[in-house]
């Protein structure tokens, strides 16, 4: 049996779009571009929002017409080509492993354990091995904690008498803020994990493409907020740009907020174990990847779901937020490139929003691609260029 079941509505996919985002978005990356641009964070988080519009209406488009698990993958193979389709596969994989990774890194940081974030990752890796069903339930209470430390540094933030002016900007060039834009979209892509769970929502030519909406209406307010409250109390609390509790440490209140980003961190790193299993899972069926990872028991891609969560283990020995966050950021913005090129290859009948609104999304995905650390840039194109030679191989065995 390889097949999933529909169990998801409106809610449950906003609620799974809601735990996907607000985590290393919310608590990471925030700070990692108020670290490179200042107080621009507060302009940079709602023209990220911007790009994430873009390209989340294409992959409504995409998932409404093809509800299939895997997304880009999918969607890539399907209006593309077997080549493309597996290049979005790969950096899916890569992409969301190291931001994962990330995840699981900062929550790490929060105990002071050194084998944490790997402890972590085997938890809630069972968690979803065990089903859909018993996942969505946690999400629910992990995403109400999140939105609710959230608050509360707003809060902390609007009622801080000796904070700075949050519209002040000051940067040395287009370098850093193109960068920070840059984090700030991939904090935004977890309305991704709706559409690679297009097998498992109910009526997916409604729902995916309103709980996708939905998603980023509300992440968008939170993070213009959060934006607005970091410029407050980053000064004087000498952020770092690594987390936000860092800056109301021993403030009344803090308390929340921490309680908040563990919540984040966890349904982060659970929603993105359980997307990036459903990736795995495609590509064993395409046999891009060992067929195994297509077995499905009980409902749940086990197999998948263990692979996913050892990769993100292993990853979490790069031991830095910024690196990890760095090769996620670029990895998601050429998916993403693909993602806009199929949605255009849409014909009338399944294209539901206007085709400059792919043409958008691709031209600034690409585009924001080339700001990043020219390290990066290139480690990521070596990994690229291995999965191209791996499915080479593989499919070569595979055929004989």
């Known amino acids: 049996m390889s097949e999933l079941r529909r169990e998801l509505g409106l809610p449950g996919a906003v609620i799974t779009g809601l735990g996907s985002i607000l985590g290393t978005g919310a608590f990471v990356a925030i700070a990692l571009a108020h670290g490179s641009v200042g107080s621009f964070v507060v302009l940079a988080a709602p023209l990220a929002a911007m790009v994430a519009v873009f390209n989340g209406l294409s992959s409504a488009a995409l998932a409404s017409a093809h509800p299939m698990a ?9 209006y593309l080509g077997e080549w493309p389709g597996f290049l979005a596969g790969w950096l899916f ?3 969301k492993s190291a931001s994962a990774a990330t995840a699981a890194l900062a929550l790490g940081s929060l105990t002071g354990l050194r084998w944490a974030p790997v402890l972590i990752v085997a938890v809630l890796t069972v968690l979803v091995a065990s089903g859909l069903r018993r996942t969505t339930p946690v999400n629910l209470v992990l995403v109400a904690a999140t939105i609710a430390g959230l608050v509360g540094f707003v809060v902390i933030g609007a009622t801080y008498p000796g904070g700075v002016n949050p519209i002040a900007v000051s940067v040395d060039g287009w370098q850093p803020i193109l960068e920070a834009v840059a984090f700030l979209f991939v904090a935004y892509t977890g309305y991704g994990r709706i559409a690679t769970l297009g097998e498992e929502v109910r009526d997916p030519s409604r729902t995916i493409p309103r709980a ?8 968008a307010v939170l993070y213009t907020a959060v934006g ?11 952020l770092v740009g690594e987390s936000l509790t860092e800056i109301v440490d021993g403030l009344a209140g803090s308390t929340v907020v921490l309680i908040g980003a563990v919540a984040a961190m966890g349904g982060v790193l659970l929603n993105l174990i359980l997307g990036l299993s459903r990736v795995w899972l495609a590509m064993g069926r395409r046999h891009d990847m060992p067929r195994a990872l297509a077995t499905v028991t009980d409902g749940s891609p086990r197999v998948a779901v263990v692979v996913s969560g050892v990769v993100i283990a292993g990853l979490t020995l790069i031991g830095d937020l910024r690196v990890a966050w760095s090769f996620s950021a670029f990895s998601v913005l050429l998916y993403y490139a693909i993602t806009n ?3 255009l290859k849409l014909d009338a009948a399944e294209r539901r929003f206007p ?19 020219p390290t990066v840039v290139v480690v990521s194109l070596a990994v690229i260029g291995a999965g191209v030679i791996w499915r ?6 595979v055929r004989t």
Do not use: H, P
């Open 355 to 373: 085709r400059w609104t792919a043409w958008a999304g691709l031209a600034s995905c690409l585009f924001l691609s080339i700001w990043l650390e």
């Open 212 to 219: 996708v909406i939905v998603t980023l209406a509300v992440t």
């Open 70 to 78: 895997g997304g880009t993958y999918e969607y890539g193979s399907k």
């Open 93 to 95: 994989l890569i992409a």
């Open 228 to 238: 607005w409250a970091v410029n407050r109390l980053a000064i004087d609390f000498g």
């Open 341 to 343: 090129a199929a949605a």
């Open 392 to 397: 080479a191989g593989w499919r070569q065995r």
